[in-house]
């Protein structure tokens, strides 16, 4: 279930360094951490995207949970490679979390073959 996501995370502790830790971990609380910056619906679910100091996160969430669908989120810092989550859920994809400091950022998400793109945001 926490395959790409935990892989992910793991990575993104072991490249941040010590300080990261603490604002990763509360990323990872909610499903995401900090203010939502943005609500990308589209006609399966939408991808919700949250910003709190320098880290953005997102997550795809079906509009009809239940039976498990194929489901994917993913963000990229500008510059960066993106950081995914890839599966079969019920509910949800994700979440997903890269440092971005203040870059520009891509957020992609789908929910049975249907999805969104934000183009790059929060530049």
């Not at 793991?10 to 609380?29: D, E, F, I, N, V």
């Amino acid at each position: 279930m926490f395959g790409t996501a935990g892989l992910a995370a793991a990575l993104l502790l072991a490249l941040a360094g010590p300080g990261a830790g603490t604002a990763h971990a509360a990323a990872l609380a909610g499903p995401c951490a900090g203010h939502k910056v943005r609500t990308l619906p589209f006609s399966t679910g939408r991808i919700e995207v949250f910003k709190t100091r320098g880290f953005v996160c997102a997550v795809t969430i079906a509009k009809r949970p239940g039976a498990r669908k194929a489901m994917s989120v993913s963000v990229q810092a500008r510059g960066s490679r993106p950081a995914r989550d890839q599966g079969r859920y019920t509910h949800r994809a994700g979440p997903v979390v890269v440092h971005a400091g203040n870059r520009c950022v891509r957020v992609t998400g789908k929910v049975s073959g249907r999805g969104a793109s934000s183009g790059w945001i929060l530049c």
